[in-house]
């Protein structure tokens, strides 16, 4: 199967949650429910198999499965990327690169902290890099920096070797440092890249500076919001509207962080969407002081929508349902 390195659409790209059954397994029909949610909102592209979709809880061929059922769901509408590496030798994770694109996505996720050892130098991850580049035939790929195992950062001087490749498109950006970001950006002109930044803090300014659109967690509590900053950010008409929501991102940073991605579950279920609680990974109980912060966050939610003139994204899932 041979692939050719497009840029992804600018916009929101969600890190897409796992629905599960009570019994533990996939809820494959939920996650196809889901993707519909999620393109409802307006979302540009998905990203399965993420560390939001608890991928290191997953088996072998859940991670296939998943991709699979979001590819084939998705039916072409919007491209697909999802991660491809999960450690080992370089080659057995460029094997695991092909199954994966294999599968209909548009781009291949390399995780940066499974190229290198935590305490290898910047050497050597580009090295590993540039050899799974090599091993992956033509296959379109995106870095992201994933807090598991370890953050392992891409500084722009390295980023810059790898986007000349002609190879890397996508860059999911956790740095947390509009400098850094800015000179991302830069050293990534004239190529078909986008950077995405995960960090809301730094939506609109990294928005401004050139980035593609956002990857955040947020999109699993407030995707319509996120959409409407990617579409807003530079609109001068709306500059007021653009800080209030650009300060609510900054104001509910630390509660959508919470026990997540249990916390994003329980705010859709708050919306009537049919997702259960249950998590593979163990980050924590969902408190009743917990519930009630974001039983508040979401009145929040709904109120900023309104006052920004934007439909309720659960509403337009249930029309499409219907229909």
Not at 112 to 119: K, R
Request: charged letters at 20%.
């Amino acid at each position: 199967m041979t692939a050719t390195a497009t840029s992804l659409p600018q916009g929101f790209i969600p890190v897409m949650l796992t629905p599960f059954l009570e019994t533990g397994e996939v809820d494959y029909e939920g996650l196809k429910t889901l993707t519909e949610f999620y393109l409802s909102a307006g979302a540009a592209g998905l990203f399965a198999n993420c560390l939001s979709s608890e991928m290191f809880e997953l088996s072998e061929q859940e991670r296939i499965s998943v991709t699979k059922t979001v590819v084939d769901q998705v039916a072409g509408r919007v491209p697909v990327v999802a991660t491809g590496t999960f450690g080992g030798a370089i080659s057995e994770q460029a094997e695991f690169v092909k199954r994966i694109y294999a599968t209909g996505v548009e781009a291949v996720i390399i995780i940066s902290g499974l190229i290198a050892d935590e305490h290898d130098s910047d050497e050597v991850f580009l090295e590993n890099a540039m050899e799974l580049i090599s091993l992956t035939n033509d296959i379109p790929l995106g870095f992201y920096e994933c807090p598991v195992p370890y953050k392992r950062l891409v500084p722009s001087i390295i980023l810059e070797k790898l986007v000349k490749t002609g190879r890397v498109i996508y860059h999911k950006d956790t740095c947390l440092d509009l400098d850094e970001v800015k000179r991302r950006i830069q050293v990534a002109e004239n190529h078909q890249f986008g950077l995405y930044d995960a960090y809301m803090v730094n939506a609109v300014a990294s928005l401004k500076a050139g980035a593609a659109g956002l990857s955040c967690i947020q999109g699993n509590i407030y995707p319509e919001l996120v959409v409407w900053i990617c579409q807003n950010y530079n609109n001068p008409e709306r500059q007021d509207d653009v800080q209030k929501v650009q300060q609510f991102f900054v104001d509910s940073m630390d509660l959508v962080h919470s026990v997540y991605p249990i916390i994003a579950k329980y705010s859709l279920q708050k919306r009537g969407f049919p997702i259960l609680l249950y998590t593979r990974r163990e980050v924590g109980i969902l408190s009743q002081e917990l519930k009630m912060e974001m039983d508040n966050l979401l009145v929040g939610v709904e109120k900023l929508q309104t006052d920004l003139g934007i439909p309720s994204n659960f509403t337009q899932y249930l029309i499409n349902k219907i229909d």
